[in-house]
C-alpha cells in the first residue's frame, strides 16, 4: 500500500509500504482525510526535537472500518473519527481517566509511524463513530478537541472575558469552545492574516503593537479572568501572566522545549491559577463532533487548503515556508 514517508529532514516520499496486521482487539481502517498539523511540518522541517526518521507522519485523521475483526458497535463502512493517542491504562494518570496525558502516551506520526497511509490498524478504543459528520470535517476533530480540552480543564464560566494568545489553528479551536462555553473572546497575534482570521470569527483581535493601546486596555480591564497561551513560545509564555486579572488563570496550551521564568510576587499577587493542557480525551472528542453538528464550529472556513495523497510531497513543503492565509490544509485519499 502507499504511504507519504519523511526520510529526511526537507525529504518527503510517496513510497509503498506492508500493509499492517490485524491483532486481536484492533479495527482495520481505510484512511480518508488526514488534517496537516504543525507538528507534520516541524518533523518536515527537522524541527522535532526528539522524533526519529524515516517517519510516516499524520495525526489528524479519519477513515472507513474495513475489518472490524469483531469490534463491539463497529462494522465495516462505518467513518470513523481516529484517536491518536496510544495510552498504557495502567499509570495513575490513566486510571483516572487522564489517557490524554498517560506516563508513556505515544502518538501515532509522531512516536511511530501514523496516517499518511491507506490503511491503518488501530485500537477499537480509539475509533469514535462520525456520525453525522463529513469524512473531511472527521479529520479536524483532534485539532479542534485540543482547544475543547483546554477549555474544559480552565472552567469557564459565562461571561468570562478571555484572551488568546496565539491565532493560528490551536488558538483557534480554544476560541470557539471559549466562546461555546460563554467566554467575551480576544485573540491576541503578532501576524495580521491570523488576527484577520480572528476578526472573521468574530472575535476581538489586536496585534502585539496594540497591547499598550486604549482598545485593547479597555478589552482588558484589569486582566483577562482567562488567559490562554497557543503560541508556545517562551516570551509570549512568561509575557500571558501579566494578563491575568487577580484570582484568574492561565493555561498553557502550547508547548515548547525550555524554561519559563515568571516573577513570584505577580503569582501570588494574583493568587493564579496557572495549569497545562495536554492533548484531549474521549470527552472532548465527543463535544467537539457534537459541536460541528450544531453548526458553531464553521469547518468550511476552517479547511482553508486541500490536496491529493499524490500532491503531498510538492505542496507540504510549500506551506511548511508559505503559511500565509492557512488554517487547515486538508489531505485527500
Not at 510516516?56 to 493517542?85: K, R, T
Not at 491559577?273 to 495536554?278: E, H, K, V, Y
Request: aromatic share 6%; with cysteine.
Amino acid at each position: 500500500m502507499r504511504a507519504i514517508r519523511c526520510e529526511t529532514p526537507g525529504e518527503l516520499r510517496l513510497v509503498e509500504v506492508e500493509r499492517p496486521d490485524l491483532k486481536a482487539g484492533w479495527v482495520r481502517v481505510g484512511i480518508r482525510h488526514i488534517g496537516i498539523c504543525g507538528t507534520d511540518y516541524h518533523i518536515y522541517e527537522g524541527k522535532h526535537p526528539f522524533l526519529k526518521y524515516p517517519r510516516i507522519m499524520g495525526h489528524e485523521l479519519s477513515g472507513v472500518v474495513l475489518d472490524a475483526n469483531g469490534a463491539a458497535g463497529l462494522a465495516g463502512g462505518d467513518p470513523v473519527v481516529i484517536n491518536p493517542y496510544l495510552p498504557c491504562y495502567q499509570c495513575p494518570a490513566c486510571r483516572e481517566g487522564k489517557t490524554n496525558c498517560c506516563e508513556t502516551l505515544t502518538v501515532i506520526g509522531v512516536h511511530g509511524d501514523g496516517g499518511m497511509t491507506e490503511e491503518l490498524v488501530m485500537p477499537e478504543a480509539n475509533l469514535y463513530k462520525a456520525e453525522g459528520l463529513s469524512l473531511r470535517d472527521a479529520a479536524m476533530v483532534e485539532f479542534l478537541a485540543i482547544g475543547a480540552h483546554a477549555v474544559r480543564r480552565t472552567e469557564l464560566k459565562p461571561g468570562w472575558r478571555v484572551l488568546v494568545v496565539g491565532g493560528g489553528p490551536i488558538g483557534l479551536g480554544v476560541a470557539f469552545f471559549a466562546r461555546i462555553a460563554g467566554a467575551e473572546v480576544t485573540v491576541l497575534d503578532a501576524a495580521a492574516d491570523k488576527l484577520a482570521s480572528a476578526r472573521s470569527f468574530g472575535f476581538g483581535a489586536a496585534t502585539l503593537d496594540e497591547r499598550d493601546g486604549a482598545p485593547f486596555k479597555a478589552a482588558m480591564g484589569t486582566g483577562f479572568d482567562a488567559v490562554f497561551d497557543a503560541t508556545g513560545a517562551i516570551p509570549a509564555m512568561n509575557q500571558a501572566v501579566g494578563y491575568c486579572r487577580n484570582g484568574g488563570s492561565l493555561t498553557l496550551v502550547g508547548v515548547v522545549k525550555g524554561t519559563l521564568s515568571w516573577e513570584d510576587p505577580e503569582i501570588h499577587r494574583r493568587e493564579l491559577t496557572i495549569r497545562a493542557s495536554r492533548n484531549a480525551t474521549r470527552e472532548d472528542f465527543d463535544h467537539v463532533m457534537a459541536s460541528i453538528r450544531n453548526g458553531s464550529v464553521p469547518t468550511d472556513r476552517l479547511a482553508t487548503h486541500a490536496t491529493s495523497f499524490e500532491d503531498v510531497p510538492v505542496n507540504l513543503p510549500i506551506w511548511a515556508h508559505d503559511r500565509s492565509g492557512l488554517i487547515k490544509a486538508i489531505i485527500t485519499i
